[in-house]
């Protein structure tokens, strides 16, 4: 297989990549606007009489359907009688709730009961999904020539952010109308990213390839849509749910990197290498964080464990002098990470009765994960050329800000299953750390000054690629 088939099948790959999380804005409301009992709040009763049960409550001032069970959108008007009265005479007049409705308090938060999209307000909705559709139309509408116009990456990146920002910001609303509006900014994004995929995938791919490069695409939307039932059915609290389909966005800025490539004349390895650099950043960070911050779920004195973390740190971080010298970069790297993950997941397994035994990892584990932090600070300084190496050690500072940001998030997560957030907090640095095996390793090196000269040791690039790296030849084509 050629080299450019090769790249025009990473290409397709890293293009449908997004798909996978439009389900998420395109269907997920189904899944956060689940039916449930609820009726009239009609606590103004209680000032009449305190020591009301429940049932006499709700007997006392809601009426019944013809099936016998309460009314959810009507009560008995308020009368200021006094309690005898009302239970001797009893309540006919009725109105439509004024005061809000009741849900049943162990229901996880949804749309329906956050903003009370029952009786009179159920139509939100189906409205809020039209305006959805909305955004889809003006997407189409403003993204289709605009790629035409300025190029599509530009497009296609610009709409990547904007579905991150505003399908992340859609989790923080306080009201119902911002939810519908920020929701028809991702509907649009959604839109862009979609047309501009397509409009990618047939360009890049040759003439007999070009079905199955959009059809390809396609697949990852039905793929995203099975992640979506699985997610829905594991997370119930709609926030988190839009969380959990809205953040992984931001791990695409990557794509970037390719914008930049385009600018600066960046060398093949380094646009195969930037997604391994921030992944193992990312991984890093995020197992670092998540054991930091777990400190009081491992049974023993809270004060004494987050002393032993500070003095296996300060070892960590000193230790790595050594370690760097002695094992290089590449192998302490991955050795590190994949340490860090292997004590989060053996952690799952120890029972809750063990705090002692649970502890100790979680130290050994906070020990290599300091150390996977420190050597990727080394690392990811040598990895790149001098003339954009603040700009590359910058995006994987922001790939570890963005693990910053996850590691407290993920922690909520306990509240379904407490095995959720250590299973994340292990399984991602054993990937991070399975990969940096791909890397180059930069021990005794020289820096590189420019883009057109690669580290060594290149052992995923092809033999011809090889032979024009040591030849000092600078390789500047290939992705468009």
């Known amino acids: 297989m050629d080299k450019r088939a090769v790249t025009t099948k990473l290409l397709v790959l890293f293009l449908s990549l997004p798909l996978l999380l439009n389900p998420f804005q395109m269907i997920g409301q189904v899944f956060m606007v689940v039916d449930v009992p609820h009726h009239c709040d009609t606590s103004w009763i209680l000032a009449i009489g305190p020591n009301l049960t429940e049932e006499e409550q709700l007997n006392l001032t809601l009426p019944r359907d013809a099936d016998g069970a309460y009314e959810q959108c009507y009560m ?50 189906d409205i809020s999904q039209s305006i959805y559709m909305v955004g889809l139309l003006l997407g189409a509408m403003i993204f289709g020539p605009l790629s035409d116009r300025v190029g599509r990456r530009p497009i296609f990146l610009i709409c990547i952010l904007l579905q991150g920002l505003f399908g992340l910001g859609v989790a923080f609303v306080p009201h119902f109308y911002v939810y519908m509006a920020f929701r028809c900014v991702v509907g649009a994004s959604v839109s862009g990213i979609l047309i501009t995929t397509l409009a990618l995938a047939t360009e890049w791919a040759g ?20 992640i979506l039932a699985g997610l829905s059915y594991g997370i119930r609290n709609w926030r988190l749910l839009e969380i959990a389909g809205s953040a992984p966005m931001f791990a695409l800025f990557f794509y970037i990197w390719q914008q930049l490539r385009s600018r600066l004349g960046l060398s093949y390895q380094i646009t195969y290498s930037i997604p391994l650099y921030l992944n193992f950043r990312f991984a890093g960070s995020l197992v670092y964080y998540g054991l930091s911050l777990n400190v009081t779920s491992f049974g023993l004195d809270i004060y ?71 050597t990727s600070y080394v690392y990811t300084a040598e990895l790149f050329p001098t003339v954009i190496r603040q700009t ?42 399975l990969l940096c095996f791909l890397l180059p390793e930069t021990r005794g ?15 995923w690039v092809p033999g011809m690629l090889r032979e024009q790296v040591m030849n000092g030849q600078a390789y500047t084509k290939g992705l468009v």
């Not at 007999?208 to 995203?224: D, Y």
């Open 76 to 125: 008995y008007s308020k009368v200021d009688w006094d309690l005898d009265s009302i239970m001797a005479y009893g309540l006919n007049a009725t109105e439509k709730c004024s005061d809000g409705w009741v849900y049943p308090s162990a229901q996880p938060p949804s749309l329906l009961t956050e903003f009370d999209l029952v009786c009179d307000r159920k139509d939100l909705n």
């Open 207 to 226: 003439v007999s390839s070009r079905p199955k490069a959009v059809l390809i695409s396609h697949c990852f939307f039905a793929i995203g849509q099975m």
């Open 304 to 374: 004494l464990t987050q002393f032993a973390f500070g003095v296996v740190e300060l070892a960590a971080r000193y230790s790595c002098i050594f370690l760097l010298q002695w094992f290089g970069r590449k192998k302490t790297q991955a050795v590190v990470l994949l340490l860090s993950g292997l004590m989060c997941l053996i952690i799952i397994s120890i029972p809750e009765d063990q705090p002692v035994v649970t502890t100790i990892l979680a130290i050994i584990g906070k020990f290599t994960a300091t150390a996977s932090f420190s």
């Open 392 to 433: 590359g050690v910058g995006l994987c500072s922001m790939s570890a800000r963005v693990a910053g940001i996850m590691a407290p998030l993920i922690r909520l997560l306990g509240q379904y299953h407490q095995v959720i957030p250590m299973a994340m907090f292990g399984s991602v640095p054993v990937v991070g750390g």
């Open 445 to 459: 090196t020289d820096l590189v000054d420019d883009i057109g000269v690669a580290t060594p040791q290149l052992r």
